[in-house]
Nanobody, 115 residues
Framework: QVQLVESGGGLLQPGGSLRLSCAAS????????VAWYRQPLGKQRELVAS???????DYADSVKGRFIISRDNAKNTVYLQMNSLKPEDTAVYFC?????????WGQGTQVTVSS
């Protein structure tokens, strides 16, 4: 049974930093495509950052230079380091892992950026 559990969300002021974690069980982050999505209230879910198995990374234009996706294979965990946060980064953030064409999702963690 695959489980993805996100943590690390919260409320912070513009310009702050936050690191989200996604602990996986039943699936290996090292051998599958991993990504982070976000969904602002009332809007569609959007891809924020992704990391195929080859280790390359890709980012949405809105977060390039500010967010970093990474994984710790020993801990079987995916991270999203978010820096220079803006109010428009406010959303529920979801961890995603794809294996054999099947998408697995976590429950989401709320990030609110507000002064």
């Amino acid at each position: 049974q695959v489980q993805l559990v996100e943590s690390g969300g919260g409320l912070l002021q513009p310009g702050g930093s936050l690191r989200l974690s996604c602990a996986a069980s039943g699936i290996f982050v090292s051998s599958n495509y991993v990504a982070w999505y976000r969904q602002p209230l009332g809007k569609q879910r959007e891809l924020v950052a992704s990391m195929p198995t080859g280790g390359s990374t890709d980012y949405a234009d809105s977060v390039k230079g500010r967010f970093i996706i990474s994984r710790d294979n020993a801990k079987n965990t995916v991270y999203l380091q978010m820096n220079s946060l803006k109010p428009e980064d406010t959303a529920v953030y979801f961890c995603n892992i794809v294996r054999w064409g099947v998408y697995y999702w976590g429950q989401g963690t709320q990030v609110t950026v507000s002064s």
